[in-house]
């Protein structure tokens, strides 16, 4: 069994054999000395040998970036390395990789495809973006209309369709996408879950201008797309059992990561509430500290449910749940980071009085990700408004919790029988 | 101003098989013994609680002796068992004086000298459950509030003054009573019932944990401790009870929530289980995230508590300011989702209610955690 000591020896040998190199740091009189810089190759060198040596997600297994251990010793790999001053992997940027599409591939996946994914996922040199949502499906992801058909006589599959609110489209190299393949069954039956080349000349990608001003997300539209064969994930029809997979680790991926007291929104509140004294009220005091209480319960909460996603080696080769699939749990974490960065983030935004009435740039940016804490407390606020809609909306994540967890009676159905092109649209 | 201070360790959130295997034996005990129905009979009895249960928790699977350790006649174990003991008691809200005697009395007894016989003789007469004891403050004490004592001691321990609204005080046998020393505030030992001391029992919002104002009247006390060792054994029993407390706010909040899924689920309405109204599932599925996060918060105070965590004064007050309104409104949930059946006396909702309620009060109001916490964290006021 791989225990604590065996992971701090196999990361001392990493960086033994690999150790990261700083650039020079920035003469004296450029400002005051950031985090160490890396250069690019360096950089990837680094990574990918932390990838090989199975230190990139500990309990993933050997060959694939993993070793079969306890997900809760990544703590362990990831203080060594930040204490050597290791460069990491952006997690920023490559968080539907990482989030979504892995353990999807993981646990779906051929052999062929893991080898050939995981890897430059891990890294950051592909990007991957996810092509669910549809102009007629968000809620309902499962009455998308996106089609796919097998060519007839050959390998692949032809995509048509329009995706839309696309995260990272714009850097992705792949996607995980969903699409209909039996429109004659009732709509979960008839999906079918593919990885799709996002420089494949039928797909085009348009930048959708959001509530921040930038463009994060966009259009994606699909026409005669060629997908082969080999990049389906799971088998033809199965498509809804694969994505719950996804959108399970969708729901965690935000309350699976560790964050320290004060990690995250309420940190940057706390901090203004003690650089500024002087716009302080008695009214904001009793709201920060019931913030402080929530977002401290919040992230013990989330500490909680990663503790009990660390199954033993022994319970994966028992057949337990690999590697700790998130249950329906998640969906109450998302649910309570997604309250409290609104109302924290509403909260700064009136604690700071007039600065409160800027913003600090509306230009049309393509940016690499959200950057929750590197912009001012507007963005922030408008920024949050997506938490509660993204990833599945707060009443349908309320409605997962209460039938799936609590196991109330499901609302009435009138969608559930019908055949997916008989239903009305 | 300064943040916080991070815990040195990561806290263990989850329950140990120990632990499920005390919780197992609680829950057996009490769901054969102090089933609603018999909580409810009992209310209209003239005692204040019920003997031959708390033999059988206390003596009989050992509860009482938790926090004490074995070389003192306990069992060595920790707040993190005691709080799941806490947590089953709240889950019957059985009366039973198991947070005033074995976690609070037995904390204060503990921070004493306990090389001492006159210390060690009654806590191991506590830890055994044959005595009841209570530190003689008022129940909304929050922890660093005990202040000036109320009652004062003359140079031969005789005891005068007044403390009000003592939980399980007048079935105490054992009264730890702060008060005002020739020499500065002590802790004082009085054993009841005994001449110049009077309890007065008082009309309890919260049935289940009777309360009783104390009168002593030149009652004989023995001194245990004074000076800071006082100070910081009665400050100790305070945060242990309050952070302990929050685990009983736990159990109340889980049972009320388990017990409105089940009634909407088989309570139809309109041709349809009320249960499977949306308006109703939200409300439910936001009350789960709550006792969800509740326990973890509770968890994490019982956790610092057992390690001796610096963290622990802190991880109390989050605990307190979390837990206590969670379980008051999971029993307001409880009442109105049962519609008019939860507004009756036959059925138990309302000994949630009256005890969650009261429980917002015991060992400080969330405004007071609140109000600690403020110091803590470094959120200094206006
Ligand atoms: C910032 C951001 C990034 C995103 N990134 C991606 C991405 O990368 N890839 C991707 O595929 N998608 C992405 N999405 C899309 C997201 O998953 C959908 O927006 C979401 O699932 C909601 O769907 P919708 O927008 O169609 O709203 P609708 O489904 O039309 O919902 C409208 C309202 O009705 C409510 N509602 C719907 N059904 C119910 C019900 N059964 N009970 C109660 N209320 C209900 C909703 O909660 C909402 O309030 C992103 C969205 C945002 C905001």
């Known amino acids: 069994m791989t225990d604590a000591a065996e992971l701090r020896r196999r990361t001392a040998d990493l960086l033994a054999a690999h150790p990261p190199t700083r650039l020079p740091p920035p003469p004296q009189n450029e400002g005051p000395a950031g985090p160490p810089l890396w250069s690019a190759t360096e950089r990837l060198d680094f990574l990918r040998a932390r990838f090989d040596a199975g230190l990139a997600w500990v309990h993933f297994p050997e060959g694939l970036g993993g070793l079969g251990a306890p997900r809760a010793l990544q703590a362990v790999v990831d203080a060594e390395l930040e204490d050597a001053g290791a460069p990491g992997n952006d997690p920023g940027r490559i968080g539907i990789g990482l989030g979504m599409a892995a353990p999807t591939i993981l646990r779906f996946g051929t052999d062929e495809q893991k080898k050939r994914f995981l890897r430059p996922l891990w890294t950051g040199e592909e990007v991957w973006c996810q092509l669910f949502s549809e102009p007629g499906a968000g809620s309902d992801l499962a009455a998308l209309a996106t089609r796919a058909v097998r060519e007839e006589g050959g390998e692949d599959w032809v995509v048509d369709g329009q995706k839309v609110w696309t995260s990272s489209a714009h850097l992705a190299r792949w996607a995980i996408l969903i699409a209909r393949t039996d429109p004659d069954v009732p709509k979960h039956r008839g999906m079918t879950y593919f990885i799709c080349d996002m420089t494949d000349p039928g797909v085009e990608v348009r930048p959708l201008r959001q509530i921040t001003g930038e463009a994060e997300f966009n259009e994606v539209f699909l026409t005669g797309v060629r997908i082969p064969d080999a990049h389906r994930l799971g088998e033809v029809g199965e498509g809804w059992k694969v994505a719950q997979t996804t959108l399970m680790n969708e729901r965690v991926a935000i309350g699976g990561t560790r964050i320290p007291r004060e990690g995250g929104m309420i940190g940057v509140a706390a901090t203004a509430w003690r650089e500024r004294p002087e716009l302080r009220t008695h009214d904001l005091h009793q709201r920060l500290l019931n913030l402080w209480v929530d977002a401290e319960v919040a992230r013990l909460t989330g500490e909680r449910l990663r503790q009990q996603l660390s199954p033993t080696l022994n319970s994966v080769r028992a057949g337990g749940a690999p590697m700790g699939q998130p249950g329906p749990e998640g969906s109450g974490m998302k649910l309570a980071f997604a309250r409290l960065a609104q109302e924290i983030s509403g909260w700064e935004v009136e604690f700071l009085a007039e600065d409160g009435l800027t913003y600090d740039d509306w230009t049309l940016r393509r940016p690499d990700g959200v950057d929750f804490t590197g912009r001012q407390a507007g963005y922030r606020y408008l920024r949050a408004k997506g938490n509660s809609i993204e990833g599945g909306t707060s009443e349908v994540l309320l409605n997962i919790v209460a039938e799936r967890v609590l196991g109330l009676p499901p609302e009435p159905r009138t969608d559930k029988d019908v055949a997916w092109k008989d239903l009305p649209r | ?382």
């Open chain 2, 1 to 382: 101003m300064t943040a916080p201070v991070p815990p040195a360790t990561e806290p263990d959130l989850l329950y140990s098989a120990d632990e499920e295997a005390l919780r197992d034996a609680v829950r057996a005990l009490l769901a054969d013994r102090s089933d609603p129905a018999t909580v409810l009979a009992g209310l209209e009895s003239a005692l204040p609680y019920d003997r031959d249960l708390w033999c059988a928790l206390a003596t009989g699977i050992g509860t009482a002796g938790l926090l004490v350790p074995e070389k003192l006649g306990g069992a060595g174990a920790s707040a993190r068992e005691a709080a799941v003991v806490l947590e089953e008691l709240g889950r019957s809200v059985a009366p039973a004086p198991y947070l005033t005697s074995a976690v609070i009395a037995v904390t204060a007894l503990l921070g004493c000298d306990v090389d001492r016989a006159d210390v060690a003789g009654p806590l191991a007469a506590l830890a055994d459950g044959r005595t009841l004891g209570v530190l003689a403050l008022p129940l909304t004490t929050a922890p660093g509030g005990a202040g000036e004592p109320a009652v004062r001691a003359d140079a031969d321990g005789a005891l005068t003054g007044r403390v009000t609204s003592v939980a399980d005080a007048a079935a105490a046998e054992l009264l730890l009573v702060w008060a005002q020393g020739p020499h500065g505030p002590a802790v004082y030992a009085v054993e009841a019932p005994a001449d110049g001391v009077r309890t007065e029992a008082v009309t309890p919002l919260d049935l289940t944990r009777p309360l009783a104002h104390l009168a002593l009247d030149g009652a004989r006390g023995s001194v245990l401790a004074t000076g800071d060792r006082a100070r910081e054994a009665v400050e100790r029993a305070l945060l242990t009870g309050a952070g302990l407390l929050a685990s009983e706010q736990l159990g109340i909040a889980e049972w009320c929530l388990a017990e409105t899924v089940r009634h909407t689920t088989q309570r139809t309405q309109f041709g349809r289980p009320v249960g499977s109204f949306q308006a109703l599932k939200h409300r439910m599925a936001a009350l789960w995230l709550e006792v969800a996060s509740a326990r973890a918060a509770a968890r994490n105070a019982a956790d610092a508590l057992a390690s001796g965590s610096p963290d622990a004064p802190l991880a109390v007050a989050v605990a307190q300011a979390y837990c206590a309104p969670v379980a008051v409104r999971a029993a307001e949930e409880c009442i109105q989702l049962h519609g008019g059946i939860g507004m009756t006396w036959e059925h138990p909702a309302h000994l949630f209610l009256k005890r969650a309620k009261a429980d917002q009060l015991a060992l400080g109001a969330p405004g007071r955690h609140r109000a600690a916490l403020a110091e803590l964290a470094g959120l200094g006021a206006p």
